[in-house]
């Protein structure tokens, strides 16, 4: 059975730096593509960016470049989402989602989501 | 970038109606990049459709999507209680690789 499992919620104050992850399992975790997704409070989906973990090949959201870093420890099937400096707009949801195949358009796994708050 | 929109915002109807979620795209998108995704409140997203028109493994086939170009619908033959929840379309792009839309809420 495939399955993306994230770490916990997480609370941090403005500036504190912060890594979250995604650990993939019942697949070949370098096969397919990891994407992360953002839901703020009460709002839609917002896609952040994405990682193939066979070579590290990183693609972001021009909306999220330069404000998180996405990356990969295949030897340990996890993918992850980092900030340096986190900022209470950053409060939201974020999800970790498998893309179907290298050539696919869409996600048919997810994670169960990491609530981050941010506030001081 | 491409936007996508979509309506209505939110769909009021009763268990056994059907219900017709529209999504449309701000330049012609390749049927093949379109996809639908429910999600309930407190749960991760769930992958409906796939291709405009192909149901994901496990989907119900009372769930039907459709359509080309710029115009994508999701049609729900018949509502069951379990169907309530928010649902959203997603393109393939350039920049950004992925977008979804707004979302449609599908509430009682």
């Known amino acids: 059975e495939v399955q993306l499992v994230q770490s916990g919620a997480e609370v941090k104050k403005p500036g504190e730096s912060l890594k979250i992850s995604c650990k993939g399992s019942?697949?070949?975790?370098?096969?397919?593509?990891i994407a992360w997704v953002r839901q703020m409070p009460g709002k839609g989906l917002e896609w952040m960016g994405i990682?193939?973990?066979?070579?590290?090949?990183?693609r972001y959201s021009p909306s999220f470049r330069g404000q998180v870093t996405i990356s990969v420890d295949k030897s340990i099937s996890t993918a992850y989402l980092q900030w340096s400096s986190l900022k209470a707009s950053d409060t939201a949801i974020y999800f970790c989602?498998?893309?179907?195949?290298?050539?696919?358009?869409?996600?048919?796994?997810w994670g169960q989501g990491t609530l981050v708050t941010v506030s001081s | 970038e491409i936007v996508l929109t979509q309506s209505p915002g939110t769909l009021s109807l009763s268990p056994g109606e059907r219900a017709t979620l529209s999504c449309r795209t701000s330049?012609?998108?390749?049927?093949?990049?379109l996809a639908w995704y429910q999600q309930k409140p407190g749960r991760a997203p769930r992958l409906l459709i796939y291709?405009?028109?192909s149901r994901a493994t496990g989907i119900p086939d009372r769930f039907g999507g459709s359509g080309s170009g710029t115009d994508f619908t999701l049609i729900i033959s018949r509502l069951e209680p379990e169907d309530f929840a928010v649902y959203y379309c997603?393109?393939?792009?350039?920049?950004?690789?992925?977008?979804f839309g707004p979302g449609t809420k599908v509430d009682i």
């Open positions: 997603q393109q393939y792009g350039s920049s950004p690789l992925f977008t």
């Open positions: 291709g405009a028109s």
């Open positions: 019942g697949y070949s975790f370098t096969s397919n593509w």
């Open positions: 330049q012609s998108v390749s049927s093949s990049y």
């Open positions: 989602a498998r893309r179907g195949n290298r050539s696919a358009y869409f996600y048919d796994h």
């Open positions: 990682i193939y973990p066979g070579d590290s090949d990183t």
